[in-house]
């Protein structure tokens, strides 16, 4: 994802270094779990401020919502996409680690779109069924693969999105984190594999999010006001 909006993520942290947030990495749910990539981590519930997230959430909602309406004459039940609806019945019997495998290999297939190819706008956050109808780029296959697992029954508590910088390409990311039995794990759409988030050192997170919290990661006022506004 090469627009992520770097000059908005870091006026966040700014304001977040100032903001008096919980500093407690676990706020967010009752199990401590490690902090990612190494990082120190704050927590805030307030995610309003994360305008392209809390809008993908607004529309997903209206989106399920309408596909449990009844359904027009020739489309499948639910008027869910069918691919949807095949994915959640494959992963809803798996247990944790497997729905977690199965789901990076499955949305991993679809073909990597830029956001301004399908929208006409460099960084828009699609849903599920967005993603699954056009394809996307990197935080698109990591929104879809959060909801999915949502939808087949992962705690909100145990996931989030992360946004971060791959300091290899020089450019910003996202990635979806899984815990597992207390091991983060980490469905990258640039790599085949589930695999441990501590044994990544080429990605710093700028933040991690879910559907009730945010986290700010390493919050050093240094390293912050070094970087550049451009």
């Not at 995610?47 to 993908?56: A, N, P, Q, S, V």
């Not at 990076?104 to 399908?118: G, K």
Request: glycine share 6%.
């Amino acid at each position: 994802m090469q627009h992520v909006y770097k000059a908005f993520t870091i006026v966040l942290l700014v304001l977040s270094l100032f903001a008096g947030l919980d500093a407690r990495a676990n706020q967010g749910g009752s199990q401590a779990y490690p902090a990612l990539f190494g990082t120190r981590e704050t927590y805030s519930p307030a995610i309003d401020r994360f305008y392209k997230w809390t809008g993908m959430l607004q529309r997903w909602v209206a989106e399920r919502r309408e596909a449990r309406q009844p359904c027009m004459l020739g489309q499948i039940a639910g008027c869910e996409p069918r691919e949807w609806r095949r994915i959640i019945d494959l992963l809803t019997p798996l247990d944790l680690r497997a729905k977690v495998d199965a789901v990076n290999s499955l949305v991993n297939r679809y073909p990597y779109t830029p956001s301004a190819a399908n929208w006409r706008e460099p960084n828009y956050w699609e849903t599920p069924f967005e993603f699954l109808a056009k394809s996307g780029q990197c935080q698109d296959y990591a929104i879809a693969k959060f909801m999915l697992l949502r939808a087949a029954g992962v705690p909100n508590e145990l996931l989030r999105v992360v946004v971060l910088h791959d300091r290899r390409l020089g450019l910003d990311h996202a990635v979806t984190v899984a815990y597992v039995d207390g091991e983060a794990l980490m469905l990258d759409n640039q790599i085949p594999e589930v695999v441990p988030v501590a044994g990544i050192h080429h990605y710093q997170p700028y933040y991690s999010i879910n559907e009730t919290g945010w986290w700010l990661h390493d919050p050093n006022p240094l390293q912050v006001t070094s970087l550049s506004l451009r």
